[in-house]
């Protein structure tokens, strides 16, 4: 079975560099939880500083996404309808990573529990969603995430 990503390669018809750029980030913002579990369950602070550097990192790969994606819009117009609503979500999580990332600049428990594992839970499901509609293009609506 070819996958979308690799008949756009094989066609030289799409960039799979998309679905990279959305990925990284992603999997970032999924570390920074779950050094946030790990810091909620044995309150030792390292797990604190590596969710620090993990949010941050994925702020870093979140704009190198949206870079990728506004590029591919406007490159490819005709299919800006699902895109735009994948940078609109994107950007609403780059907001709340950014808020999450102040969160975290606090000190001790407080930067952590309850607050700052909420919104890096929020992070995460919002990233799943973005990645899904780059990944699937077309074929994801927004109300099939809902």
């Not at 490819?76 to 950007?91: F, H, K």
């Not at 102040?102 to 990233?127: C, E, K, N, Q, Y």
């Amino acid at each position: 079975m070819v996958t979308r990503a690799a008949a756009e390669t094989l066609t030289g018809q799409g960039y799979p560099m998309r679905t990279i750029a959305s990925a990284l980030p992603t999997f970032s913002f999924l570390g920074a939880l779950v050094t946030d579990l790990a810091y909620w369950r044995t309150s030792d602070i390292q797990w604190a500083n590596f969710s620090a550097w993990l949010l941050a990192i994925g702020m870093m790969l979140g704009g190198l996404s949206l870079i990728v994606e506004l590029v591919h819009i406007f490159y490819r117009r005709r299919q800006a309808s699902t895109s735009w609503w994948g940078i609109g979500i994107l950007v609403i999580a780059l907001g709340v990573a950014l808020v999450d990332n102040f969160v975290h600049a606090r000190d001790g428990w407080t930067s952590i529990v309850p607050s700052g594992l909420i919104l890096s839970s929020i992070t995460v499901a919002l990233m799943i969603a973005t990645s899904a509609m780059i990944a699937n293009g077309d074929r994801v609506r927004v109300g099939d995430l809902l």
